[in-house]
């Protein structure tokens, strides 16, 4: 479905950006309340931390490891943080995005049935490795409330993304649409690489195949040991010469992704190209000049 105009407001209780910050859609009552882990103690002053609530610990992004998750339903919110923030077995988190309902409507049969609806998604997506174990059953939920946690389920999907989470999104489904047309191939250097080029990053798809050997110019650098870690952490691993992408993986540049798939150095707005040889660059930075 496609996705319709929204407005959210963001309200920033201390005036801090980088501090708590409040999301909703001003036509609904969800609120998304992001906390610092440096700054529990002040969310735990807060009258919106007594309500029943889903939470989610997110950890920090990498480059090639995936974020941690989890995710959880509470009616005693302040008692909860306080027992995940002692915990060392948590200890990997360092913000927590709260889902409340401005109105306390949210009852404890909302909050179990998102909890297993967010992990069912969360899992499906494969973007965050989450931390819960095992997911258990769908609860028993009459059809009205089922209903009512859909449609909240929904809106906090669209305030965690828009506070930068995409737990629910798997990775490139944030490009604009996933036609043949979309999709950029890198042959060079013995690759069969293809991958898209989306809002966050260029994403190199799964299967994709790369060359194993590095180039001596490139033996002894960063770029060197960014490929070792992509093979050490999963992403990729070796099959004779060869190197084959395992999922989808997105990097932070067209360039990491071209160097993971043909090991020497490369800009990636010229390496990766369409179906009909136009570069990257030509179509995305200088699209007036494609062909």
Same mark, same amino acid.
């Given at each position: 479905?496609?996705?319709?105009?929204?407005?959210?407001?963001?309200?920033?209780?201390?005036?801090?950006?980088?501090?708590?910050?409040?999301?909703?859609?001003?036509?609904?009552?969800?609120?998304?309340?992001?906390? !610092?882990?440096? $700054?529990?103690? =002040?969310? &735990?002053?807060?009258? +919106?931390?007594?309500?029943?609530? %889903?939470?989610? @610990?997110?950890?920090?992004?990498?480059?090639?490891?995936?974020?941690?998750?989890?995710?959880?339903?509470?009616?005693?919110?302040?008692?909860?943080?306080?027992?995940?923030?002692?915990?060392?077995?948590?200890?990997?988190?360092?913000?927590?995005?709260?889902?409340?309902?401005?109105?306390?409507?949210?009852?404890?049969?909302?909050?179990?049935?998102?909890?297993?609806?967010?992990?069912?998604?969360?899992?499906?997506?494969?973007?965050?490795?989450?931390?819960?174990?095992?997911?258990?059953?769908?609860?028993?939920? !009459?059809?009205? $409330?089922?209903? =009512?946690? &859909?449609?909240?389920? +929904?809106?906090?999907?669209?305030? %965690?993304?828009? @506070?930068?989470?995409?737990?629910?999104?798997?990775?490139?489904?944030?490009?604009?649409?996933?036609?043949?047309?979309?999709?950029?191939?890198?042959?060079?250097?013995?690759?069969?690489?293809?991958?898209?080029?989306?809002?966050?990053?260029?994403?190199?798809?799964?299967?994709?195949?790369?060359?194993?050997?590095?180039?001596?110019?490139?033996?002894?650098?960063?770029?060197?040991?960014?490929?070792?870690?992509?093979?050490?952490?999963?992403?990729?691993?070796?099959?004779?010469?060869?190197?084959?992408?395992?999922?989808?993986?997105?990097?932070?540049?067209?360039?990491?992704?071209?160097?993971?798939?043909?090991?020497?150095?490369?800009?990636?707005?010229?390496?990766?190209?369409?179906?009909?040889?136009?570069?990257?660059?030509?179509?995305?930075?200088?699209?007036?000049?494609?062909?």
């Amino acid at each position: 479905m496609k996705p319709t105009p929204k407005t959210i407001q963001i309200f920033l209780p201390s005036g801090d950006p980088r501090g708590i910050r409040i999301a909703e859609i001003t036509t609904r009552i969800v609120q998304v309340i992001e906390v !610092p882990r440096s $700054l529990l103690q =002040d969310f &735990l002053a807060m009258p +919106e931390s007594d309500h029943v609530a %889903l939470y989610f @610990l997110f950890g920090e992004k990498g480059e090639l490891e995936d974020p941690k998750v989890y995710i959880g339903q509470t009616g005693d919110l302040r008692e909860r943080l306080k027992a995940h923030n002692k915990d060392d077995k948590k200890d990997f988190w360092q913000r927590a995005l709260v889902l409340i309902s401005r109105t306390q409507s949210l009852t404890q049969t909302h909050a179990l049935f998102l909890e297993w609806k967010c992990l069912q998604a969360a899992r499906k997506a494969g973007r965050y490795a989450d931390e819960n174990g095992n997911s258990g059953s769908k609860p028993h939920t !009459p059809a009205p $409330l089922e209903a =009512d946690c &859909l449609e909240i389920f +929904e809106t906090g999907s669209t305030l %965690l993304a828009t @506070l930068g989470y995409t737990v629910f999104d798997a990775v490139g489904a944030s490009s604009v649409s996933s036609t043949v047309e979309e999709v950029f191939y890198c042959k060079a250097s013995e690759s069969d690489g293809r991958g898209l080029y989306t809002p966050e990053g260029f994403v190199v798809l799964k299967d994709s195949i790369g060359r194993l050997k590095n180039v001596p110019s490139i033996i002894g650098t960063s770029d060197e040991r960014f490929r070792k870690r992509l093979l050490e952490s999963g992403v990729m691993r070796q099959e004779g010469d060869k190197v084959i992408f395992e999922k989808d993986h997105l990097f932070s540049s067209p360039s990491m992704a071209a160097i993971a798939l043909m090991g020497r150095s490369a800009n990636g707005w010229l390496e990766w190209r369409d179906k009909n040889g136009n570069s990257l660059d030509k179509l995305k930075r200088t699209p007036g000049e494609a062909k």
